[in-house]
C-alpha cells in the first residue's frame, strides 16, 4: 500500500537533521507499507530533503 502524507510545520531543533528552529516549512511524504499476514511487516519513506533544505534557506535570508 502507498500513501502521501503533506506536512506543514514548525518543529524546534532538527527535522531531518537540519537546523529548522520553529521556521515554517512544507513538505510531502510518500509511504509505502508491505503488510504479511494482516500486519505491517514494512515501511519505506521517501521526503523531498532539497525542498525542505531550500526553505530553511530561503527563510534565513529574510
Known amino acids: 500500500m502507498a500513501s502521501r502524507l503533506d506536512f506543514n510545520i ?3 531543533g532538527e ?3 537540519l537546523p529548522v ?3 515554517r ?3 510531502s511524504e510518500n509511504v509505502f ?3 504479511e499476514n494482516g500486519k505491517i511487516a514494512g515501511v ?3 521526503v523531498d530533503r532539497a525542498a525542505v533544505e531550500a526553505q530553511i534557506a530561503k527563510s534565513s535570508e529574510a
Open 10 to 12: 514548525s518543529p524546534r
Open 15 to 17: 527535522l531531518l537533521g
Open 21 to 23: 528552529n520553529g521556521k
Open 25 to 27: 516549512v512544507s513538505f
Open 33 to 35: 507499507y508491505e503488510y
Open 44 to 46: 519505506w519513506s521517501i
